[in-house]
């Protein structure tokens, strides 16, 4: 197929159509619908084919996006759907929750002004259509070498490094504490962001594979990290951040406020039907909320609240719009479902006698840059003020909190609670305890599903090493 050279002007980009707020407030579906066949190679079109292609450079795992992008324009689905998992073991996951507006998308060469290639979208089209006309991994060449790695924690790293060690004939079995696998995939990220079929899509594509899946079992628990490491030739540890990081303020421990992470995971469970004494659900019907928190958990649970029939939402976040860590595509979202923002506002305390009645917040200004790069806010003196609420939800993020069983292992835990796996002496995401490998959020804090996708794949890559 000839390609026009200048279709990215005569066709503007368009994004598949997704539910008027008035509709989506009221499921848990996904708001977003998926191109047919003739969009996505139209859209696929729009690719100008740079010669340094930034998109692929911007994104954590470094996808041939120009290339799959090319395969899709000429109708090769599968020759697609085979290259885009080169790089990536969970694309239509990607697809979906990646901050695209702020990775390969916002590095398009057509994102000034014209319009960025709509990339996740095209990537999402990819591997969904292609199982649905039957696609599934090649694995006729793979053969078994008889070594069996365990893998600790079935988020994203994990499933990632099981891909990478099946298709080199290793066989991976990896334990999870909860009933279905993709840790927060599952049980974090809202179903209107991310279907959970499609988890269990992929859990099928990867026990056709050869990947063996031992859920609602605790290590350290209900298994021993001592028995698994014995039985198995090495382990990979993907266990993710799940310990909240609090506000350090009073009244956080009042009746009616409540920390992100739980609530997004009580909610998901009342969706699926699972019963959990451990994050309850939680109903904000008719409440008054304010989410303290600008990034994508914050944004998950405004979007909850707002489905739950929360009578007002408010998001305070103490940088402005620009500077806030979220995708922006999710606070867009936020603002159409009728959550209101109060930027450049820092949380001094949580107000209440037993149950919380308000938060008492003050103006910022921003000052310079601090240690991460962004402007850090100042607390502006004399502007404090009071905001109602009868439900608060602190998303501040998460810290890593590695189990007792890890330094008892020999596995070295850094100054900020990860694993380490900085030695040059070693493998790439190789821990001090020579047999055990670790990546994702355990590794690096709290971060991108992409980047444990990418840091599980290239731990795999280490441990086939290893092996040999």
């Known amino acids: 197929m000839s390609k026009h050279p200048l279709q990215y002007l005569e066709l503007p ?12 407030i009221k499921h848990y579906d996904e708001i977003y619908a998926s191109y047919d066949g003739a969009e996505a190679a139209s859209q696929a079109g729009r690719c100008i084919s740079c ?29 697609a759907a085979e290259l885009s998992h080169q790089t990536n073991s969970l694309p239509e996951i990607c697809g979906r929750v990646c901050p695209q507006d702020r990775l390969c998308e916002d590095a398009c060469t057509l994102n000034n002004g014209v319009g960025a290639v709509s990339i996740g979208n095209i990537e999402k089209y990819i591997t969904d259509e292609a199982i649905k006309q039957g696609w599934r991994p090649n694995m006729d060449h793979v053969k078994d070498t008889g070594k069996k790695v365990a893998i600790i924690g079935a988020g994203p790293a994990g499933l990632s490094a099981a891909d990478v060690l099946a298709r080199a004939g290793i066989r991976p079995v990896v334990f999870d504490a909860y009933p ?23 859990r099928h594509l990867l026990e056709g594979m050869g990947v063996e899946f031992v859920l609602s079992t ?8 001592s ?24 009244g956080e421990n009042l009746k009616g406020v409540y920390k992100a992470l739980p609530y997004l995971i009580g909610n998901v469970n009342e969706e699926l039907g699972i019963s959990d004494s451990e994050n309850p659900y939680v109903d904000l019907k008719k409440k008054n909320v304010v989410v303290l928190g600008g990034g994508d958990t914050g944004m ?9 029939g929360a009578s007002k939402v408010n998001c305070v976040y103490r940088r402005n ?11 867009s979202n936020s603002k159409e479902e009728g959550v209101s923002f109060l930027f450049n506002k820092q949380p001094l305390e949580i107000i209440g006698t037993d149950c919380v009645t308000g938060v008492k917040l003050a103006s910022t200004e921003l000052g310079p840059p601090d240690e991460s790069g962004r402007r850090a806010p100042k607390i502006i003196q004399g502007s404090e003020e009071i905001i109602e609420a009868n439900a608060v939800i602190v998303a501040f993020g998460y810290l890593p909190d590695a189990p007792d069983w890890v330094s008892e292992n020999a596995i070295k835990i850094n100054d900020y609670g990860c694993i380490d796996v900085a030695s040059e002496e070693n493998l790439p995401f190789q821990t001090t305890n020579m047999k055990v490998f670790a990546g994702g959020d355990i590794v690096r804090g709290s971060d991108l599903v ?4 990418f840091e599980g794949r290239e731990a795999a890559k280490s441990i086939i090493s290893f092996l040999k």
């Open 13 to 24: 980009r368009k994004d598949p159509e997704k539910d008027i707020p008035e509709v989506r």
């Open 51 to 79: 010669g340094v292609p930034y998109c692929e450079w911007k994104c954590p795992v470094h996808n041939y996006i120009p290339n799959w992008l090319e395969l899709i324009e000429e109708g090769k689905l599968f020759e």
């Open 180 to 202: 279905e696998i993709g840790g927060l995939l599952t049980f974090g990220i809202p179903p209107f962001k991310l279907n959970k079929d499609v988890v269990k899509t992929r």
């Open 218 to 225: 605790y290590v350290g628990t209900d298994r021993s990290f």
């Open 227 to 250: 028995s698994i490491y014995d039985e198995y030739d090495a382990v990979f540890i993907g266990t993710g951040t799940y310990k909240e990081i609090s506000g350090g303020f009073k």
């Open 300 to 308: 998950d649970c405004n979007r909850t609240a707002i489905r739950q």
């Open 321 to 331: 719009e620009e500077n806030m860590p979220g995708s922006r595509r999710e606070v």
């Open 450 to 453: 992409v980047t444990a996708v």
